[in-house]
């Protein structure tokens, strides 16, 4: 199967996709209809971003725990906002061990209602907060349109989950851990993000604000691809979470979520991959290395296998994969490990046992160009530096695609040229009006306000009110 070509990206860049996915053996559909499968290698990656983001947190101090995922619905229902923001997309349980429930159970869609009960239980003076807390969990949301990683109804992430004393801490805590999702990303995942806040309309149901980071898939296409959230007195009033505060006065705490999901693996296949398959970060791959021997008999075997051996054991800092199977040929090897986007492959033949030598072939660079030759001695650190020459590629990549497409119309038609094929960085006025008939010409969305604004004012692409933010437009997934 490995040896059919995908579709181009070109040709038909969602078929691409889900080909892909399937193929490199990341994910499968599911019998229910909107969920997936994660099989062996794609969760080996997502196990690669948990390990790395965990890190992160408890370096900023929070610590994980594990709340239900069965939630009374009346607890939805206590913060106006957010009952209406999920309610489309609830999936409800009203029977159980064959009786029907006194109250209805909703499978949560996320945890604020019931962390917040939670919470009003253990906060009780000013000496218990902080809160930092994360989860690791699964989440179902009753999407309608879905797709492997981007949108399922049934996915994987991570939720933090905070209080604090004072609303500065608490804007603080979101756009610290805003900054730590862009540093993840860019460092770790090679995708370049744009950290900003998000519209009114494009709030999280309850927030105060929303943060995101934002980033341009292959296609041009925007992602969300984590999101902050300074929830402010909203979840504490309605589950009262409060505090007495050194005066000795009762007080609400302020609270913040942010959560990163599965979708940043599609975030990482397409803004990455190529027409050949996946192209993966070596700092995230299953494998970072495959290595395989070449030899055409037992002679030429009997030379290679114990070079290949002894390279192995000088590589076993990297996540290695030896890929010896004899009822393949070495062409269709290449193939599949190009296909599934392991970083760098090395080969091993009876012409390198007898210079010294092994082959390198980058992913990032397919073909000869991506081809060289080096010597057997310090094979540990020429890895490593090639390594880091693909993550840092693949990054520089990315960003110049990016700055390809981003555009700064001159007017409404021109705003509306553009975002067949890009994004618009445009002057806003803020008027939800604007932004709705932008998305009715166009299927554009705002995608966030940046965090880093260039000064000034201007007058709004849409209706020519003065400005004094610039936001970003483009179509989404």
């Given amino acids: 199967m490995a040896e059919e070509k995908l579709p181009t990206r070109s040709e038909n860049y969602s078929e691409w996709y889900n080909q892909l996915i399937q193929r490199a053996e990341m994910a499968d559909y599911a019998p229910v209809r909107g969920c997936m499968v994660v099989r062996p290698y794609g969760w080996a990656l997502w196990e690669n971003m948990q390990q790395n983001l965990d890190k992160r947190f408890k370096e900023t101090g929070h610590v994980n725990a594990a709340f239900p995922l069965l939630i009374p619905k009346s607890f939805l229902e206590k913060e106006k906002e957010h009952v209406e923001g999920f309610a489309p997309e609830l999936a409800i349980v009203t029977i159980g061990g064959g009786q029907e429930l006194e109250e209805p159970l909703v499978i949560r869609p996320t945890s604020e209602t019931v962390i917040g009960y939670m919470y009003s239980k253990w906060i009780k003076s000013y000496r218990d907060l902080p809160v930092l807390i994360n989860q690791w969990a699964n989440v179902v949301r009753w999407e309608m349109r879905t797709r492997l990683f981007l949108r399922t109804l049934e996915f994987y992430w991570q939720e933090g989950h905070t209080a604090h004393a004072t609303q500065k801490e608490a804007e603080e805590e979101t756009l610290r851990m805003l900054d730590v999702y862009a540093d993840f990303a860019e460092k770790e995942a090679a995708v370049p993000v744009i950290r900003g806040r998000k519209s009114a309309t494009e709030r999280f149901a309850g927030a105060k604000e929303t943060y995101s980071i934002e980033a341009m898939m292959g296609d041009t296409r925007a992602l969300q691809a984590g999101t902050s959230h300074f929830l402010g007195q909203n979840f504490a009033k309605a589950f009262d979470i409060q505090y007495l505060d050194l005066n000795n006065q009762l007080q609400h705490v302020w609270t913040t979520s942010w959560g990163l999901s599965t979708r940043f693996v599609g975030a990482i296949i397409m803004a990455h991959g190529d027409d050949q398959g996946l192209v993966l970060p070596p700092r995230l791959a299953p494998y970072q290395v495959v290595l395989i021997p070449i030899y055409k008999n037992d002679e030429e075997r009997s030379k290679v296998m114990p070079v290949v051996e002894k390279l192995k054991a000088e590589l076993s800092g990297f996540r290695l994969k030896v890929d010896d199977r004899s009822e393949v040929t070495p062409g269709f090897k290449f193939n599949d490990w190009e296909l599934r986007g392991v970083p760098l492959r090395i080969e091993v033949g009876p012409k390198d046992v007898e210079k010294g030598t092994f082959a390198m072939a980058r992913r990032d ?40 497409h981003v555009f700064d119309p001159k007017s409404y038609d021109e705003l509306k040229e553009v975002l067949q094929g890009g994004w618009a960085y445009s002057w806003w006025c803020g008027d939800a009006a604007c932004e709705a008939k932008v998305k009715e010409d166009t299927k554009a969305t705002t995608r966030n306000i940046p965090l880093d604004q260039e000064g000034g004012s201007g007058k709004c692409i849409v209706c020519g009110k003065p400005a004094s933010e610039k936001v970003y437009f483009a179509r989404a997934y």
């Fill in 365 to 404: 660079i397919p073909g000869r160009d991506g081809k060289s030759f080096v010597p057997q001695v310090n094979a540990a650190r020429t890895v490593g530096d090639m390594l880091d020459q693909i993550q840092t590629g693949i990054f520089q990549k990315a960003v110049d695609f990016r700055k390809a």
